[in-house]
C-alpha cells in the first residue's frame, strides 16, 4: 500500500520562528489534506490541496503532486501553533495518514 | 452554529462486548466521516458516509461498521470488542464528500476496551 513519510517528526521553534514540514508519498493519490491536532486532541482541517499553492493567513501550503510531495510552510509562529501536524492523501477510496511532525513553539 | 458533537465522550467496555458511538453534523452537512487514533497505529480512517451512502471505507475488518440517517446523524459499531480497539474515535463532517469542503471534527470519543 501507499507509505506517507512526514518530517521532520519533532520541531521546536521559537515564537516568531518559520518552519516547513514535509510530507512525501509513494504513489498517485487523488486528495492531500494537513490537519493540526491541537495538545487537548482537537482536529482542524487546514487545507485540501491535492495540488498547488494555497494560503490561508501565516499558513500555506503547496504539493507537486507529480513528485509526490507536500510542505506546510508555518510563518512568524505562536505558541497556539503547538501540536501535531499530519498530512493524510486519499488513496483507491482510502485515506492515509503519516505519522505527524509534533511542533512546539516555545515563548 | 453548533459544532460537531460526539457521544459518549468517554466509554468502558470489556472484550467481547459491542459498542455503538454517535456522531451528529453541523446542521446542513451531509458528509460524515469517522476516525480511529491510537498511540500505536496514529490515525486511520474508518468509513465516511454521504446522504446515507457509505462513499468510502478504510482498512478494518468486518467488527466495525456504521451507518447514515436520514437527518445526517451517524453512528459507528464495534462489535466483539479487542484489546486493540481502545481508542479515541473522531468522526468529522463537510458540507459534501470527497472534495474541498472543510472537514469540522467532534471531541472525539474515548473509548477503553478491558
Known amino acids: 500500500g501507499i507509505q506517507v513519510e512526514q518530517s521532520p517528526p519533532d520541531l521546536i521553534l521559537q515564537e516568531g520562528a518559520n518552519s516547513t514540514l514535509r510530507c512525501n508519498f509513494s504513489d498517485s493519490v487523488n486528495n492531500l489534506q494537513w490537519f493540526h491536532q491541537n495538545p487537548w486532541g482537537q482536529l482542524i482541517n487546514l487545507f485540501y490541496?491535492?495540488?498547488g499553492t494555497k494560503q490561508n493567513g501565516r499558513l500555506s501550503a503547496t504539493t507537486v503532486a507529480t513528485e509526490r510531495y507536500s510542505l506546510l510552510y508555518i510563518s512568524s509562529s505562536q505558541t497556539t501553533d503547538s501540536g501535531v501536524y499530519f498530512c493524510a492523501v486519499g488513496y483507491n477510496n482510502d485515506m492515509r495518514f503519516g505519522a505527524g511532525t509534533r511542533l512546539t513553539v516555545k515563548p | 452554529k453548533a459544532g460537531v458533537t460526539q457521544t459518549p465522550r468517554y466509554l468502558i467496555k470489556t472484550r467481547g462486548q459491542q459498542v455503538t458511538l454517535s456522531c451528529s453534523p453541523i446542521?446542513?452537512?451531509?458528509?460524515v466521516s469517522w476516525y480511529q487514533q491510537t498511540p500505536g497505529q496514529g490515525l486511520q480512517f474508518l468509513f465516511e458516509?454521504?446522504?446515507?451512502?457509505?462513499?468510502n471505507k478504510g482498512n478494518f475488518p468486518g467488527r466495525f461498521s456504521g451507518r447514515q440517517f436520514s437527518n445526517s446523524r451517524s453512528e459507528m459499531n464495534v462489535s466483539t470488542l479487542e484489546l486493540g480497539d481502545s481508542a479515541l474515535y473522531l468522526c468529522a463532517s463537510s458540507l459534501e464528500a470527497g472534495g474541498p469542503d472543510t472537514q469540522y471534527f467532534g471531541p472525539g470519543t474515548r473509548l477503553t476496551v478491558l
Open positions: 490541496i491535492p495540488s
Open positions: 458516509y454521504f446522504s446515507e451512502t457509505q462513499r
Open positions: 446542521s446542513g452537512h451531509r458528509s
